[in-house]
């Protein structure tokens, strides 16, 4: 009888760099792995040997390798994940980091920490990865036909309490300031280092049911703003795995409403920036299904101001209107009710001002040059000077409007003070409006202001 050929295994280098870390001896770790195990109704009896075993490059079967990630993110205070350990077997193919919304909680922990670790070390398949439309589409299903966390308490790591919530929230609050004043581009890397190096260890913590919620609600705002800022650093294949997860923090934090706001403010968004204009409408009523009953008007103006902006690029004329009516009516209701306090932080934001820019956007993709106009003038009076991105956007949406209107000559007067904006901010989004902006004022070329224009901007840009 012919002998068996073997199968050569490579050593677990990586398993034992984590053990060495811990500090944990082959036994200690089994009996951690065993005691977790047990904490999820599983009978384990690994000893010693085993974990020899696996350090030869065997690879336990079943739930055993999260169980084994767990445990040793426990003794280490900080999320492990099963790539990270090396006993990922293809389940955690590093070019799906962050593309899935993960069906338990567990799941959602180890996913977002792997993104953030993984764009702190800037991996190149996150960077310069393409956008599919499907990627968003997919996880709005997910979220719209799952049920809520039943529970989402721990009680391995350090306890975490309401004022390190609160820590979270404050930070977030600061750095979008940062973020609207000088652009994505100085302040998206102390958020990603944020995010894999404190909060990450909150999240692997131990909390109890309610500073739980309140805890995956205020990671996921800011994990939406670390999205938004890839958006804004030129990077929108990074943003779609940061807005997914952002998704799936909402829902572990219970928060409906949130979650619709992802899927209208940031993915739908993104959808926009890309040119897929159905998308844009599905992902904004997918919002408003999911969070029906569970938002404010303000929320509701936001949700149907962005649905608005799909059928404007589809050309539908029609349904455009029809829907911007509704947001403009849900903001006018927003404004009846402005003493109420009822608006959550995430949508304060949302007033006039911003409801004029989306309009405005409807109106110039439709060329329907003079309402454009008009409701980028509301939007610029509207916005504080705090606001720097979004007024020098309102600007070039402005200045788009009035060569519409053959106004060249104004057009570029306007443009120019975008410009003066735009050389105090690091912003993508900023230089590919200035982009379209140029390429509206290519037919106008040979007159004298175009020439200018384009005249300063190489300066500009020397």
Partial sequence: MAARPLVARQPNERLQALIQEA???????????????????????????????????????GRAPGIIAEALGRKLGRTVT???????????????????FSPTVLGAIEQVCELWRSDVGRRDFLSGSSVASSALVEPSRDWLITGADHQVARTAGSRVGPSDVEAVRA??????????????????????????????????????????????????????????????????????????????????????????????????????????????????RAAQEGARGRVTPRAEAMFYAAEARGHALLGDERTCGAVAAKAQSAMEKAHDEADSGDDPTWIAHFDQAYLADELAHCHRDLGQADAAARRANESLAGHPDSRVRRRAIGLVLLASAQVQQRE????????????????????????????????????????????????????QAA
Wanted: charged fraction near 20%.
């Fill in 408 to 459: 060249v000559e104004q057009a570029c007067h306007t443009g120019t003070r975008a410009v003066e904006l735009l050389s105090t901010l690091r912003s993508n989004r900023g230089a590919e409006y200035l982009e379209d902006f140029q390429q509206r004022l290519a037919p106008y070329r040979d007159e004298p202001a175009v020439r200018e224009f384009g005249a300063r901007i190489e300066v």
């Fill in 171 to 284: 930070t977030t609050q600061a750095l979008q300031a940062l973020d609207h004043r000088f652009g994505a581009g100085h302040v998206r890397p102390i958020v990603v280092h944020y995010l894999n190096s404190v909060v990450s260890g909150l999240l692997s913590g131990s909390y109890r049911e309610s500073v739980g919620r309140e805890l995956f609600g205020a990671v996921a705002r800011l994990t939406e703003l670390a999205g938004y800022m890839a958006v804004d650093t030129g990077q929108p294949g990074l943003a779609q795995r940061y807005y997914i997860q952002a998704l799936r923090l909402a829902q572990a934090a219970g928060d409906r409403g949130y979650g619709g706001y992802v899927l209208a403010a940031s993915m739908s968004h993104l959808a926009a920036q890309l040119g897929n204009p159905r998308e844009i409408a599905q992902l904004a």
């Fill in 82 to 100: 099963i790539d990270e350990i090396g006993m990922a077997n293809g389940k955690n193919l590093a070019s799906g980091i962050g593309l899935q």
């Fill in 23 to 61: 500090g944990c001896s082959n036994a200690g770790l089994a009996r951690r792995v065993n005691m977790c195990g047990a904490e999820h109704g599983l009978d384990l009896r690994y000893d010693k040997t085993s974990v020899a075993r696996w350090l030869r490059g065997q690879q336990p079967r």
